[in-house]
C-alpha cells in the first residue's frame, strides 16, 4: 500500500488517468469543502512512492474531477462556486477554459467514455448539464428539480445520461430523444423500492426515501446501474425491468456510502467508499446465482462483501480503479488528508 499526504487539503475524489498507469488526479478542498481553497493534486506512481508532478489552486473547494478521454494531459474540475474548470498538466497555474452556469456547488463531473467529444456535470441547483470542451456554453440542460449529487454517461451509449438526487430516485435521460415537456427523461426509478414479491415470503415494510448520494454504471452488463447514499445500503438495478425493483441489495455499511466504482476487469465486482472510514469491495451475485432475501428484507441477490479496507481515519470521499495492469488495484482519498493506493485482492479473505 503506497500513501500520499494532501497537506491542509481534505481528498473528495481521486481518479486515475486513462491513459498512464503511473498518474492520478485528486480534487481537494481546505476545511472540508465547507470554505475555503481548492487544490487539484496530479500524482505520480515511482518506484519510491507517490510524488507531486503538479498541482493546481482554485478560489473554492473542488468536489470531483475527471480525466479527458481525448487529451491525455487534460482534466475537469467541479467547484463549490457553481464553476465548472479545464485544466492541462502542460500548462501553468491557470485554466484553459471556465464555465460558470450552475447557480449552485457543483458535486459531480463525468466525460463521455463512448462519444469522447462531451461531459458532463451535476449541482445542487437541481441541473445536470451537458458540455464541450470546444464551447463557451454548455449545450444541454437537463432539469432533476433536486439537488443532483452524481451524474454520469452510459459507458455503453454516447446519449444516455443517470442521475441519483436528493429525492432517492434514478434518472435516466436519452439525448437522442425530443425535448419536449420530458426534457429527455426516459426513466425515473425510486431508489428505495423493495425487490419484487417472491412466492411464500411475506411482503416486506416499505422503506422511507434517503437521499443518493452515488452511482455507477456496470462497464459489461448494460444496463445495470449501482446506487448508495444515505441509507448505507448498495442496491443495483437493471434499468430495462425496473418495476422489478433492485437486482441485488448489499447491506454493510455502517454510515452513509459515499462513492462507488464497478470493476474494468470483472463484471459482478464493485468497490465502495463511506462515511464509517471504510473501503469495502463487493461481488453482486450475478454470476453467483441469485439468493432469497433474508428475514429483515436486506440481503437479496447472492452478493456478499469480499473484502475492506480500513487505513482511513476520516470520511472516505473516493475510490477509483486501475485500468491498466493486474486487476485487483486502486486508489482511495479522504478527509484525513491522505490518499492511498492498495490492491483489492490483499483484503479480500479465503
Same mark, same amino acid.
Given at each position: 500500500?503506497?500513501?500520499?499526504?494532501?497537506?491542509?487539503?481534505?481528498?473528495?475524489?481521486?481518479?486515475?488517468?486513462? =491513459?498512464?498507469?503511473?498518474?492520478?488526479?485528486?480534487?481537494?478542498?481546505?476545511?472540508?469543502?465547507?470554505?475555503?481553497?481548492?487544490?487539484?493534486?496530479?500524482?505520480?506512481?515511482?518506484?519510491?512512492?507517490?510524488?507531486?508532478?503538479?498541482? =493546481?489552486?482554485?478560489?473554492?473547494?473542488?468536489?470531483?474531477?475527471?480525466?479527458?478521454?481525448?487529451?491525455?494531459?487534460?482534466?475537469?474540475?467541479?467547484?463549490?462556486?457553481?464553476?465548472?474548470?479545464?485544466?492541462?498538466?502542460?500548462?501553468?497555474?491557470?485554466?484553459?477554459?471556465?464555465?460558470?452556469?450552475?447557480?449552485?456547488?457543483?458535486?459531480?463531473?463525468?466525460?463521455?467514455?463512448?462519444?469522447?467529444?462531451?461531459?458532463?456535470?451535476?449541482?445542487?441547483?437541481?441541473?445536470?448539464?451537458?458540455?464541450?470542451?470546444?464551447?463557451?456554453?454548455?449545450?444541454?440542460?437537463?432539469?432533476?428539480?433536486?439537488?443532483?449529487?452524481?451524474?454520469? =454517461?452510459?459507458?455503453?451509449?454516447?446519449?444516455?445520461?443517470?442521475? @441519483?438526487?436528493?429525492?432517492?430516485?434514478?434518472?435516466?435521460?436519452?439525448?437522442?430523444?425530443?425535448?419536449?415537456?420530458?426534457?429527455?427523461?426516459?426513466?425515473?426509478?425510486?431508489?428505495?423500492?423493495?425487490?419484487?414479491?417472491?412466492? $411464500?415470503?411475506?411482503?416486506?415494510?416499505?422503506?422511507?426515501?434517503?437521499?443518493?448520494?452515488?452511482?455507477?454504471?456496470?462497464?459489461?452488463?448494460?444496463?445495470?446501474?449501482?446506487?448508495?447514499?444515505?441509507?448505507?445500503?448498495?442496491?443495483?438495478?437493471?434499468?430495462?425491468?425496473?418495476?422489478?425493483?433492485?437486482?441485488?441489495?448489499?447491506?454493510?455499511?455502517?454510515?452513509?456510502?459515499?462513492?462507488?466504482?464497478?470493476?474494468?476487469?470483472?463484471?459482478? @465486482?464493485?468497490?465502495?467508499?463511506?462515511?464509517?472510514?471504510?473501503?469495502?469491495?463487493?461481488?453482486? $451475485?450475478?454470476?453467483?446465482?441469485?439468493?432469497? @432475501?433474508?428475514?429483515?428484507?436486506? @440481503?437479496?441477490?447472492?452478493?456478499?462483501?469480499?473484502?475492506?479496507?480500513? $487505513?482511513?481515519?476520516?470520511?472516505?470521499?473516493?475510490?477509483?480503479?486501475?485500468?491498466?495492469?493486474?486487476?485487483?488495484?486502486?486508489?482511495?482519498?479522504?478527509?484525513?488528508?491522505?490518499? =492511498?493506493?492498495?490492491?483489492?485482492?490483499?483484503?479480500?479473505?479465503?
Amino acid at each position: 500500500m503506497l500513501e500520499f499526504r494532501t497537506q491542509g487539503f481534505a481528498g473528495h475524489a481521486v481518479k486515475y488517468s486513462p =491513459f498512464f498507469d503511473s498518474r492520478l488526479a485528486v480534487a481537494s478542498a481546505a476545511n472540508f469543502g465547507l470554505v475555503g481553497n481548492g487544490r487539484l493534486h496530479i500524482l505520480g506512481l515511482t518506484p519510491k512512492g507517490i510524488v507531486t508532478e503538479k498541482w =493546481f489552486d482554485t478560489q473554492d473547494s473542488l468536489y470531483d474531477l475527471a480525466w479527458s478521454e481525448l487529451h491525455e494531459n487534460q482534466l475537469v474540475v467541479a467547484a463549490g462556486d457553481g464553476s465548472i474548470k479545464l485544466f492541462d498538466v502542460g500548462i501553468d497555474q491557470f485554466p484553459v477554459q471556465s464555465w460558470h452556469e450552475h447557480k449552485r456547488e457543483v458535486f459531480a463531473v463525468h466525460w463521455n467514455l463512448v462519444a469522447k467529444d462531451t461531459f458532463c456535470s451535476s449541482s445542487w441547483d437541481g441541473c445536470i448539464k451537458i458540455w464541450s470542451p470546444h464551447r463557451s456554453e454548455s449545450v444541454v440542460t437537463l432539469p432533476t428539480h433536486s439537488c443532483t449529487y452524481s451524474a454520469a =454517461f452510459s459507458p455503453h451509449s454516447p446519449t444516455i445520461v443517470s442521475s @441519483v438526487s436528493s429525492d432517492s430516485q434514478l434518472r435516466i435521460f436519452d439525448l437522442r430523444t425530443p425535448a419536449s415537456a420530458s426534457n429527455h427523461l426516459v426513466l425515473t426509478v425510486p431508489i428505495n423500492q423493495n425487490p419484487s414479491r417472491q412466492v $411464500g415470503v411475506p411482503p416486506l415494510p416499505a422503506l422511507p426515501p434517503a437521499e443518493a448520494l452515488t452511482h455507477d454504471w456496470n462497464k459489461y452488463r448494460d444496463g445495470i446501474v449501482a446506487t448508495a447514499g444515505v441509507d448505507r445500503v448498495i442496491r443495483t438495478y437493471d434499468i430495462r425491468t425496473p418495476q422489478q425493483g433492485p437486482v441485488s441489495i448489499l447491506p454493510g455499511h455502517e454510515y452513509a456510502v459515499r462513492k462507488l466504482a464497478w470493476s474494468p476487469h470483472l463484471s459482478d @465486482v464493485l468497490l465502495s467508499a463511506s462515511y464509517d472510514m471504510s473501503c469495502r469491495v463487493w461481488n453482486d $451475485g450475478s454470476t453467483m446465482g441469485h439468493g432469497g @432475501v433474508d428475514a429483515a428484507g436486506m @440481503v437479496f441477490g447472492g452478493g456478499k462483501q469480499l473484502g475492506r479496507m480500513d $487505513g482511513h481515519t476520516e470520511f472516505v470521499m473516493g475510490v477509483d480503479w486501475c485500468l491498466f495492469g493486474a486487476e485487483g488495484w486502486c486508489a482511495s482519498c479522504g478527509w484525513d488528508e491522505r490518499v =492511498f493506493v492498495w490492491d483489492v485482492r490483499a483484503t479480500m479473505g479465503p
